[in-house]
Each structure stands twice: as structure tokens, then as C-alpha cells.
């Protein structure tokens, strides 16, 4: 292949918006339409590796390794069950690696060093971020293409995404210039309430060029994959979760 793959970070400062969900559903999809994609846990938290059914506990090494030990990232990238989504993995150690890296030479563009020679292997590289703004996920952003934004459609913390869009702003001016916004992933969505409703309403008025189409609803198969170490694909593709993520996947392709 000639060209080089994308890279996107899934991002929200906010914890529990459906980041890794989407990030591990739309790359198992998108291996699924035959591309080559890579998952990159760097979330401490480690829930995309273990979501991909990789006991963490069990790694010898993961991405800590590469982002402060100057490990190769290709050495440490992990086959999953699903054809054509490699993942490379986190560990819990990688919580130590902020403060790690806080004292180490261009520390905000270190994962984007370690991620450049694997653009050639893959088509997709997605990053799943910790739920802060901390030094991991400006890695994220900055060896990004582009920022995939899950937002809950339970509430909407207008103030926590125009947080995140400075954020992504600083790391425009200071150390990517091309950095943009893909899209913004409505997901949680229950359309027997009135928030949820109000909450696309609110995010199409205000975000109208940003918001893409397709809507994740709040579905039990979804929340229960990772815990079979699946993604939906595999797990409950005909679910109202698994012909969203699908339909995510057509939607995200044809803009591509």
C-alpha cells in the first residue's frame, strides 16, 4: 500500500461517553469491510485491550514500554480474534508513564514517533484516550490526523466539549497544525426520554457541521460485550448496538 494509514484519536475528557466502545467497535467493523486497522490502548485504565479479550494483568510489556522505554511499537503490536484489528496494548503501569514522560525530551510527540513507521502496515490507526486532558491524551491528539468525539446523549456538558475543543485547538497552534475533527459519535442514546432527545437536538444546533448521522443507542449487548472480551461484530452483530456500529462504520467510510 502505498499510501499511509489515517490516524484518529477517540476523545472526551468525560469518562464513561462510550470512547473505547466506539474506538473497539468501529475498528472491528472496519476490519470487517477488509481494512487493516490497529487499535491503540493508551487509556491506563486498559479497557479497549481487555475489551479485545487480552488479559492486561498478563502482558511482560504494552505501550508503557514503547512510550518510555523507546521500545518499537511493531514488537509490541497483539493479534486479536478478529481478522485484520491488531491491537497494541496498555497496562496498568502505563498510569506511571505521565509523570514519566512530563521529564523526557518532546514529550508531547512521543507516541506520535513511535506510531509514524506503522502508517505504512495499516489503513486505520485508532487511539483510545484516558478520560482527562493530561500529557496522554496531547500525545493522542498530537499524533493524530483527525478526533473522533463520543458524546452521552444523557446530559450535555456543552462547557466539557468547548473544554476539549480548546484543547484541541492548543495542540493545532503548538504542535499540530492539520489536526481536525472528524465527527461527533452521539452514543448512549434512549429514545424514551426527553433529554436524550433534547441532547441531539442541542448537539446538531450547535455542532450542526460536526455531529455525524448515525446514532449508538443505549443497548445491553453493547455494554456486555467487553466483558466476553468481543466486539459487537462478533458478540451480537444483528443487536440495535451492532447494526449501529455498521451503520457508523458505511457512514465514517464514506467520508473517508
Same mark, same amino acid.
Given at each position: 500500500?502505498?499510501?499511509?494509514?489515517?490516524?484518529?484519536?477517540?476523545?472526551?475528557?468525560?469518562?464513561?461517553?462510550?470512547?473505547?466502545?466506539?474506538?473497539?467497535?468501529l475498528g472491528a467493523y472496519l476490519a470487517n469491510a477488509g481494512k487493516?486497522?490497529?487499535?491503540?490502548?493508551?487509556?491506563?485504565?486498559?479497557?479497549?485491550?481487555?475489551?479485545?479479550?487480552?488479559?492486561?494483568?498478563?502482558?511482560?510489556?504494552?505501550?508503557?514500554?514503547?512510550?518510555?522505554?523507546?521500545?518499537?511499537?511493531?514488537?509490541?503490536? !497483539?493479534?486479536?480474534?478478529?481478522?485484520?484489528?491488531?491491537?497494541?496494548?496498555?497496562?496498568?503501569?502505563?498510569?506511571?508513564?505521565?509523570?514519566?514522560?512530563?521529564e523526557m525530551a518532546g514529550r508531547e510527540v512521543l507516541l506520535r514517533?513511535?506510531?509514524?513507521?506503522?502508517?505504512?502496515?495499516?489503513?486505520?490507526?485508532?487511539?483510545?484516550?484516558?478520560?482527562?486532558?493530561?500529557?496522554?491524551?496531547?500525545?493522542?491528539?498530537?499524533?493524530?490526523?483527525?478526533?473522533?468525539?463520543?458524546?452521552?446523549?444523557?446530559?450535555?456538558?456543552?462547557?466539557?466539549?468547548?473544554?476539549?475543543?480548546?484543547?484541541?485547538?492548543?495542540?493545532?497552534? !503548538?504542535?499540530?497544525?492539520?489536526?481536525?475533527?472528524?465527527?461527533?459519535?452521539?452514543?448512549?442514546?434512549?429514545?424514551?426520554?426527553?433529554?436524550?432527545?433534547?441532547?441531539?437536538?442541542?448537539?446538531?444546533?450547535?455542532?450542526?457541521?460536526?455531529?455525524?448521522?448515525?446514532?449508538?443507542?443505549?443497548?445491553?449487548?453493547?455494554?456486555?460485550a467487553p466483558s466476553y472480551g468481543q466486539p459487537i461484530t462478533t458478540?451480537?452483530?444483528?443487536?440495535?448496538?451492532?447494526?449501529?456500529?455498521?451503520?457508523?462504520?458505511?457512514?465514517?467510510?464514506?467520508?473517508?
Open positions: 500500500m502505498g499510501s499511509l494509514g489515517r490516524v484518529y484519536a477517540v476523545a472526551n475528557q468525560k469518562g464513561g461517553v462510550g470512547k473505547t466502545t466506539t474506538a473497539v467497535n487493516r486497522v490497529l487499535l491503540v490502548d493508551a487509556d491506563p485504565q486498559s479497557n479497549a485491550t481487555s475489551s479485545l479479550g487480552i488479559d492486561k494483568s498478563a502482558l511482560s510489556r504494552s505501550i508503557y514500554d514503547v512510550l518510555v522505554g523507546g521500545e518499537p511499537a511493531s514488537n509490541l503490536i !497483539t493479534l486479536t480474534g478478529c481478522v485484520g484489528l491488531d491491537l497494541l496494548p496498555s497496562s496498568p503501569a502505563l498510569a506511571g508513564a505521565q509523570v514519566e514522560m512530563v514517533q513511535a506510531l509514524e513507521p506503522l502508517r505504512q502496515r495499516y489503513d486505520f490507526v485508532f487511539i483510545d484516550t484516558p478520560p482527562s486532558l493530561g500529557l496522554l491524551t496531547v500525545n493522542a491528539l498530537a499524533a493524530a490526523d483527525g478526533v473522533i468525539i463520543p458524546v452521552q446523549c444523557e446530559y450535555l456538558p456543552l462547557e466539557g466539549l468547548t473544554q476539549l475543543l480548546h484543547t484541541i485547538e492548543l495542540v493545532r497552534q !503548538t504542535l499540530n497544525p492539520d489536526l481536525m475533527i472528524r465527527g461527533l459519535v452521539l452514543t448512549m442514546y434512549d429514545s424514551r426520554t426527553n433529554l436524550a432527545r433534547q441532547v441531539v437536538a442541542d448537539v446538531r444546533q450547535h455542532f450542526a457541521d460536526l455531529a455525524l448521522e448515525v446514532i449508538i443507542p443505549r443497548n445491553v449487548r453493547v455494554s456486555e458478540y451480537a452483530p444483528k443487536s440495535s448496538g451492532g447494526r449501529a456500529y455498521a451503520a457508523l462504520c458505511d457512514e465514517f467510510l464514506m467520508g473517508e
